[in-house]
């Protein structure tokens, strides 16, 4: 099963302000959209909200700590690596990808399990009080994991310079 987490981030980190993106760039909202749709989406309960409501066209998995939470639209987890077990023969099975989607805190947990990450670099600084775990001088840093892909863009739409970039595991996954 591919495990793979996708963000959005600054130049210095930022993912989130309060519960909203710091940014609004339609065409990583497209790629986001097109990555992750058909596949399996996991989430942190923050980040549920934020959206209100699950993504269509995906099954949809929820991280909470709070036994009594529950929505008619998600699968809900108390833990992350039970989710994880749980979705993984249907994930073999129907050959699906799981994406981490989020946010700050469900990033960390999900690390030691990820295949790759995909983040969308935005060029920019913002103000936020949310940041992407091990990102540093304008890249991901985690150890064992470094950039085997990168795509320039610039969207017409937005003011932003950005890339697309995957990094892959280099080494064992340690869960
Ligand atoms: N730029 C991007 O690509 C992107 C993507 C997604 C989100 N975001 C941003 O990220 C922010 C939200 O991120 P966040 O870090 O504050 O929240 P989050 O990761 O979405 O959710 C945090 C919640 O997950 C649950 N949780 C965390 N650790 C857990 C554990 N070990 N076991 C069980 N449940 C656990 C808890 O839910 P309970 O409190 O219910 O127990 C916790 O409050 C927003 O600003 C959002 O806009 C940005």
């Not at 963000?7 to 959209?33: T, Y």
């Not at 097109?34 to 209100?52: A, E, F, H, P």
């Not at 249907?90 to 989020?102: D, H, L, P, Q, S």
Request: aromatic share 12%.
């Amino acid at each position: 099963m591919k495990v793979i987490a996708i963000a959005a981030v600054g130049r210095n980190g930022v993912i989130g302000r309060g519960s909203e993106l710091p940014w609004d760039i339609p065409e990583d909202m497209k790629f986001f959209r097109d990555s992750t749709r058909g596949q399996i989406v996991v989430m942190g309960r923050k980040t549920y909200d934020s959206l209100g409501k699950a993504l269509p066209a995906r099954r949809n998995a929820v991280i909470t700590r709070n036994p009594d939470w529950a929505v008619s639209d998600a699968e809900v987890y108390p833990d992350l690596s039970i989710a994880l077990k749980t979705l993984e023969p249907f994930a073999r099975n129907e050959g699906k990808i799981v994406f981490v989607i989020g946010g700050a805190e469900i990033y960390s947990l999900s690390l030691p399990f990820l295949d790759e990450v995909w983040l969308t670099e935005i060029d920019s600084e913002f103000e936020g009080d949310v940041f992407f775990p091990h990102y540093g001088g304008g890249q991901f840093t985690a150890t064992g994991f470094t950039r085997i892909g990168v795509r320039e863009q610039s969207d017409s739409q937005s003011p932003f310079r950005y890339r697309f970039s995957v990094y892959g595991r280099q080494s064992e996954k340690t869960s």
